[in-house]
Protein backbone atom coordinates (compact mmCIF):
# COMPACT_ATOMS: atom_id res chain seq x y z
CA UNK A 1 0.00 0.00 0.00
CA UNK A 2 1.12 3.06 -1.18
CA UNK A 3 1.99 5.71 0.71
CA UNK A 4 3.27 3.67 3.58
CA UNK A 5 4.63 6.86 5.67
CA UNK A 6 2.00 9.17 6.50
CA UNK A 7 3.00 12.56 8.39
CA UNK A 8 -0.14 13.71 8.35
CA UNK A 9 -1.90 12.10 11.51
CA UNK A 10 0.28 13.86 13.49
CA UNK A 11 -1.57 17.37 11.88
CA UNK A 12 -4.74 15.94 12.33
CA UNK A 13 -6.23 17.76 15.02
CA UNK A 14 -4.91 20.86 16.98
CA UNK A 15 -4.54 18.99 20.40
CA UNK A 16 -2.41 16.35 18.49
CA UNK A 17 -0.38 19.38 16.55
CA UNK A 18 0.28 21.01 19.97
CA UNK A 19 1.54 17.62 21.40
CA UNK A 20 4.03 17.25 18.22
CA UNK A 21 5.17 20.80 18.22
CA UNK A 22 8.63 21.12 18.89
CA UNK A 23 9.43 25.33 19.22
CA UNK A 24 6.96 27.43 21.16
CA UNK A 25 7.44 30.58 21.94
CA UNK A 26 6.46 32.15 25.60
CA UNK A 27 6.47 35.83 27.10
CA UNK A 28 9.77 34.31 29.13
CA UNK A 29 11.90 34.07 25.35
CA UNK A 30 10.56 38.15 24.21
CA UNK A 31 12.70 40.82 25.47
CA UNK A 32 11.25 44.89 24.38
CA UNK A 33 13.87 47.51 23.04
CA UNK A 34 12.10 50.72 24.09
CA UNK A 35 13.52 54.16 23.46
CA UNK A 36 13.48 56.83 26.45
CA UNK A 37 14.10 60.64 24.78
CA UNK A 38 15.34 63.51 27.16
CA UNK A 39 12.96 66.70 26.94
CA UNK A 40 9.76 65.23 25.74
CA UNK A 41 6.50 66.09 27.16
CA UNK A 42 4.76 63.48 25.03
CA UNK A 43 5.17 60.44 23.56
CA UNK A 44 6.69 60.70 20.30
CA UNK A 45 5.94 58.05 17.24
CA UNK A 46 8.57 57.03 14.93
CA UNK A 47 6.81 57.17 11.63
CA UNK A 48 8.53 54.25 10.02
CA UNK A 49 7.92 51.95 13.10
CA UNK A 50 4.04 52.23 13.40
CA UNK A 51 3.27 51.54 17.58
CA UNK A 52 6.66 52.13 18.54
CA UNK A 53 7.57 55.59 20.27
CA UNK A 54 10.47 57.39 22.05
CA UNK A 55 9.00 57.62 25.36
CA UNK A 56 8.97 59.99 28.09
CA UNK A 57 10.07 59.21 31.46
CA UNK A 58 6.89 58.58 32.67
CA UNK A 59 5.77 56.93 29.59
CA UNK A 60 9.09 54.64 30.05
CA UNK A 61 8.06 53.68 33.17
CA UNK A 62 4.61 52.48 31.73
CA UNK A 63 5.85 50.33 29.04
CA UNK A 64 8.22 48.79 31.74
CA UNK A 65 5.11 47.81 34.03
CA UNK A 66 3.22 46.44 31.38
CA UNK A 67 6.11 45.04 30.65
CA UNK A 68 6.68 43.20 33.48
CA UNK A 69 2.90 42.46 33.83
CA UNK A 70 3.41 40.69 30.72
CA UNK A 71 6.22 38.51 31.92
CA UNK A 72 8.41 39.09 29.54
CA UNK A 73 11.96 38.46 29.91
CA UNK A 74 12.97 42.24 29.51
CA UNK A 75 13.31 45.32 28.74
CA UNK A 76 16.61 46.57 26.64
CA UNK A 77 16.68 50.67 27.09
CA UNK A 78 17.97 52.88 24.45
CA UNK A 79 18.62 56.53 25.07
CA UNK A 80 17.77 59.37 23.07
CA UNK A 81 19.81 62.77 24.65
CA UNK A 82 18.83 66.11 23.64
CA UNK A 83 22.86 66.51 22.95
CA UNK A 84 25.60 65.08 21.24
CA UNK A 85 28.95 65.67 21.27
CA UNK A 86 32.37 64.09 19.69
CA UNK A 87 32.73 61.85 22.93
CA UNK A 88 29.00 60.86 23.54
CA UNK A 89 29.84 62.44 27.19
CA UNK A 90 26.03 61.84 27.86
CA UNK A 91 26.44 58.31 27.88
CA UNK A 92 28.76 58.05 30.76
CA UNK A 93 26.99 60.77 32.65
CA UNK A 94 24.91 59.57 35.49
CA UNK A 95 22.16 61.75 34.93
CA UNK A 96 22.40 61.39 30.88
CA UNK A 97 18.67 59.70 29.56
CA UNK A 98 19.78 56.55 29.32
CA UNK A 99 20.93 55.84 32.71
CA UNK A 100 18.22 58.52 34.15
CA UNK A 101 15.98 55.84 32.74
CA UNK A 102 17.33 52.78 33.89
CA UNK A 103 17.19 53.94 37.15
CA UNK A 104 13.63 54.58 37.24
CA UNK A 105 12.91 51.28 35.08
CA UNK A 106 14.88 49.35 37.76
CA UNK A 107 12.81 51.73 40.39
CA UNK A 108 9.83 50.44 38.94
CA UNK A 109 10.15 46.65 38.19
CA UNK A 110 12.63 45.66 40.93
CA UNK A 111 13.90 42.22 40.19
CA UNK A 112 10.83 41.21 38.58
CA UNK A 113 11.80 42.12 35.07
CA UNK A 114 15.74 41.61 34.06
CA UNK A 115 16.70 45.65 32.97
CA UNK A 116 18.99 45.45 30.28
CA UNK A 117 21.09 48.78 28.98
CA UNK A 118 22.25 49.51 24.95
CA UNK A 119 26.45 49.98 25.96
CA UNK A 120 27.28 51.84 22.63
CA UNK A 121 27.77 54.93 21.58
CA UNK A 122 25.89 56.22 18.51
CA UNK A 123 23.10 57.40 20.10
CA UNK A 124 25.47 60.06 21.77
CA UNK A 125 27.95 61.11 19.27
CA UNK A 126 27.95 64.14 17.05
CA UNK A 127 28.99 62.12 14.07
CA UNK A 128 26.35 58.67 14.67
CA UNK A 129 29.37 56.50 15.05
CA UNK A 130 29.71 53.48 17.95
CA UNK A 131 33.13 54.79 19.22
CA UNK A 132 35.06 58.18 18.86
CA UNK A 133 37.03 58.80 16.34
CA UNK A 134 40.57 58.96 15.91
CA UNK A 135 42.69 62.13 13.75
CA UNK A 136 41.78 60.75 10.74
CA UNK A 137 38.32 60.57 11.27
CA UNK A 138 38.27 56.28 11.46
CA UNK A 139 36.75 54.50 14.63
CA UNK A 140 39.20 54.42 17.41
CA UNK A 141 38.61 50.99 18.65
CA UNK A 142 40.72 50.87 22.00
CA UNK A 143 40.07 54.83 22.92
CA UNK A 144 36.45 53.65 22.56
CA UNK A 145 36.73 50.71 24.63
CA UNK A 146 38.12 52.86 27.61
CA UNK A 147 34.63 54.63 27.43
CA UNK A 148 32.52 51.72 27.46
CA UNK A 149 33.84 50.53 30.62
CA UNK A 150 32.90 53.75 32.15
CA UNK A 151 29.54 53.48 30.22
CA UNK A 152 29.05 50.02 31.45
CA UNK A 153 29.58 51.23 35.42
CA UNK A 154 27.62 53.94 34.97
CA UNK A 155 24.76 51.50 33.51
CA UNK A 156 25.44 48.61 36.38
CA UNK A 157 24.83 51.89 38.66
CA UNK A 158 21.95 53.19 37.76
CA UNK A 159 20.62 49.36 38.06
CA UNK A 160 20.73 47.51 34.61
CA UNK A 161 20.94 43.58 35.46
CA UNK A 162 22.71 43.21 31.91
CA UNK A 163 24.69 45.69 30.12
CA UNK A 164 24.82 45.12 26.12
CA UNK A 165 27.84 46.15 23.99
CA UNK A 166 26.45 46.86 20.49
CA UNK A 167 29.67 48.50 18.89
CA UNK A 168 31.22 45.86 17.42
CA UNK A 169 35.08 46.97 18.70
CA UNK A 170 37.27 44.58 19.34
CA UNK A 171 37.91 43.58 22.75
CA UNK A 172 34.85 45.58 23.95
CA UNK A 173 33.58 42.42 26.21
CA UNK A 174 36.64 41.65 27.60
CA UNK A 175 37.65 45.39 28.83
CA UNK A 176 33.65 46.06 29.96
CA UNK A 177 34.04 42.60 32.38
CA UNK A 178 37.04 43.91 33.87
CA UNK A 179 35.51 47.42 34.47
CA UNK A 180 32.46 45.88 36.21
CA UNK A 181 34.07 43.50 38.20
CA UNK A 182 36.63 46.41 39.46
CA UNK A 183 33.97 48.63 40.27
CA UNK A 184 32.13 45.91 42.25
CA UNK A 185 29.42 44.64 39.88
CA UNK A 186 30.46 41.19 39.66
CA UNK A 187 27.05 40.16 39.29
CA UNK A 188 25.98 42.74 36.33
CA UNK A 189 25.74 40.37 33.16
CA UNK A 190 26.94 41.04 29.85
CA UNK A 191 25.03 39.93 26.51
CA UNK A 192 26.96 40.32 23.86
CA UNK A 193 26.43 41.29 20.31
CA UNK A 194 28.87 39.30 18.91
CA UNK A 195 27.58 38.59 15.16
CA UNK A 196 26.35 42.31 14.25
CA UNK A 197 25.83 42.67 10.64
CA UNK A 198 26.33 46.24 8.92
CA UNK A 199 22.69 45.72 8.00
CA UNK A 200 19.91 48.33 5.78
CA UNK A 201 17.46 46.68 8.05
CA UNK A 202 18.32 48.98 11.12
CA UNK A 203 16.73 52.04 8.87
CA UNK A 204 14.09 52.89 11.13
CA UNK A 205 16.22 52.47 13.92
CA UNK A 206 18.12 55.47 12.94
CA UNK A 207 15.12 57.52 12.88
CA UNK A 208 14.03 56.34 16.34
CA UNK A 209 17.60 57.33 17.98
CA UNK A 210 17.80 60.30 15.89
CA UNK A 211 20.48 58.83 14.49
CA UNK A 212 23.53 61.62 13.77
CA UNK A 213 25.19 59.33 11.01
CA UNK A 214 26.58 59.98 7.89
CA UNK A 215 28.34 57.12 5.92
CA UNK A 216 27.71 53.48 6.99
CA UNK A 217 29.46 51.16 9.70
CA UNK A 218 30.98 48.66 7.46
CA UNK A 219 34.94 49.43 8.94
CA UNK A 220 33.18 47.63 12.52
CA UNK A 221 30.22 46.26 11.86
CA UNK A 222 29.92 42.60 9.87
CA UNK A 223 29.44 42.06 6.13
CA UNK A 224 26.63 40.27 5.11
CA UNK A 225 28.65 37.43 3.20
CA UNK A 226 30.34 36.59 6.08
CA UNK A 227 29.05 33.69 8.35
CA UNK A 228 32.40 31.94 9.45
CA UNK A 229 33.16 35.06 10.87
CA UNK A 230 30.57 35.47 13.33
CA UNK A 231 31.25 31.86 14.86
CA UNK A 232 35.19 33.62 15.69
CA UNK A 233 33.43 36.92 16.94
CA UNK A 234 31.30 34.78 19.41
CA UNK A 235 34.08 32.59 20.61
CA UNK A 236 36.11 35.33 20.83
CA UNK A 237 33.39 37.11 23.19
CA UNK A 238 32.54 33.65 25.01
CA UNK A 239 36.37 33.72 25.73
CA UNK A 240 36.74 37.21 27.21
CA UNK A 241 33.30 36.29 29.19
CA UNK A 242 29.97 36.80 27.43
CA UNK A 243 27.13 36.29 29.37
CA UNK A 244 24.94 35.72 26.37
CA UNK A 245 25.41 36.56 22.71
CA UNK A 246 23.11 37.61 20.44
CA UNK A 247 23.22 37.40 16.64
CA UNK A 248 21.22 40.56 14.59
CA UNK A 249 19.48 41.54 12.67
CA UNK A 250 17.21 37.67 12.75
CA UNK A 251 15.49 36.71 9.54
CA UNK A 252 18.23 37.32 7.56
CA UNK A 253 20.99 35.51 9.46
CA UNK A 254 19.08 32.33 10.33
CA UNK A 255 21.69 30.39 9.23
CA UNK A 256 24.02 32.28 11.48
CA UNK A 257 22.07 32.46 14.64
CA UNK A 258 22.04 28.37 13.98
CA UNK A 259 25.66 28.22 13.98
CA UNK A 260 25.96 30.04 17.22
CA UNK A 261 23.35 28.27 18.56
CA UNK A 262 25.32 25.16 17.87
CA UNK A 263 29.05 26.15 19.62
CA UNK A 264 27.56 28.29 22.31
CA UNK A 265 27.64 27.34 25.97
CA UNK A 266 25.93 30.35 27.26
CA UNK A 267 22.34 31.45 26.22
CA UNK A 268 22.13 32.83 22.47
CA UNK A 269 19.71 36.21 21.91
CA UNK A 270 18.76 37.26 18.78
CA UNK A 271 17.46 40.65 17.83
CA UNK A 272 14.64 41.25 15.39
CA UNK A 273 15.26 44.81 14.28
CA UNK A 274 13.65 47.95 13.31
CA UNK A 275 13.36 46.89 9.79
CA UNK A 276 11.68 43.41 10.29
CA UNK A 277 9.30 45.25 12.80
CA UNK A 278 8.85 48.23 9.65
CA UNK A 279 8.31 45.74 6.50
CA UNK A 280 5.85 43.34 8.39
CA UNK A 281 3.80 46.38 9.50
CA UNK A 282 3.93 47.89 6.02
CA UNK A 283 2.60 44.90 4.43
CA UNK A 284 0.07 44.16 7.16
CA UNK A 285 -1.55 47.57 6.99
CA UNK A 286 -1.85 46.83 2.77
CA UNK A 287 -3.55 43.97 3.83
CA UNK A 288 -1.05 41.80 1.56
CA UNK A 289 -0.41 39.81 5.07
CA UNK A 290 -1.97 38.77 8.43
CA UNK A 291 -0.09 40.88 10.56
CA UNK A 292 -1.09 38.24 14.18
CA UNK A 293 0.45 35.04 12.21
CA UNK A 294 2.96 36.76 10.52
CA UNK A 295 4.32 37.87 13.71
CA UNK A 296 4.22 34.69 15.39
CA UNK A 297 5.53 32.65 12.81
CA UNK A 298 8.48 35.08 12.14
CA UNK A 299 9.38 34.51 15.79
CA UNK A 300 8.76 30.90 15.87
CA UNK A 301 11.11 30.32 12.93
CA UNK A 302 13.93 32.41 15.13
CA UNK A 303 13.13 30.46 17.90
CA UNK A 304 13.45 27.05 15.95
CA UNK A 305 16.78 28.61 14.19
CA UNK A 306 18.40 28.40 17.79
CA UNK A 307 17.45 31.71 19.58
CA UNK A 308 16.70 31.35 23.51
CA UNK A 309 16.11 34.90 23.11
CA UNK A 310 14.22 37.10 21.06
CA UNK A 311 14.39 40.61 21.33
CA UNK A 312 11.33 42.32 19.40
CA UNK A 313 9.48 45.24 19.19
CA UNK A 314 6.13 43.42 19.22
CA UNK A 315 7.33 41.44 22.56
CA UNK A 316 4.66 43.31 24.83
CA UNK A 317 2.01 42.77 22.26
CA UNK A 318 2.69 39.08 21.47
CA UNK A 319 2.75 37.83 24.85
CA UNK A 320 -0.49 38.38 25.41
CA UNK A 321 -1.53 35.97 23.10
CA UNK A 322 0.68 33.46 24.76
CA UNK A 323 0.75 31.05 27.15
CA UNK A 324 2.99 31.92 30.08
C1 LIG B 1 23.64 50.57 17.86
C2 LIG B 1 22.39 49.82 17.57
C3 LIG B 1 21.66 49.80 16.38
C4 LIG B 1 20.57 48.97 16.60
C5 LIG B 1 20.65 48.52 17.90
N1 LIG B 1 21.80 49.04 18.49
C6 LIG B 1 21.82 50.57 15.14
C7 LIG B 1 23.00 50.42 14.31
O1 LIG B 1 23.90 49.62 14.56
O2 LIG B 1 23.06 51.14 13.33
C8 LIG B 1 19.51 48.64 15.60
C9 LIG B 1 18.26 48.09 16.15
C10 LIG B 1 17.14 48.04 15.18
O3 LIG B 1 17.31 48.34 13.99
O4 LIG B 1 16.05 47.68 15.61
N2 LIG B 1 23.64 51.06 19.18
Given amino acids: MFPTDRPRRLRTTPALRRL ?13 PVFVAEGLDAPKPISSMPGVVQHTRETLRKAAAEAA ?6 IMLFGVPARHDATG ?17 REEVGDALP ?15 CGVLAADGSVDNDATLEIYADMAVAQAEAGAHVVAPSGMMDGQVGRIREALDAA ?14 ASAFYGPFREAVDSQLKGDRRTYQQDPANAREALREATLDLAEG ?45 GWIDRERTILETITGIRRAGAD ?16
Avoid at 184 to 197: G, N
Wanted: aromatic letters at 6%; proline letters at 3%; hydrophobic letters at 45%.
Fill in 20 to 32: VAETDVRPRHLVL
Fill in 69 to 74: GAGLGG
Fill in 89 to 105: SGAVDPDGILNVGLREV
Fill in 115 to 129: VMADTCLDEFTDHGH
Fill in 184 to 197: AHADTAILAYSAKY
Fill in 242 to 286: ADMVMVKPAMGYLDVLRSVAEVSEVPVAAYQVSGEYAMISAAAER
Fill in 309 to 324: IVLTYWATELAGRLDR
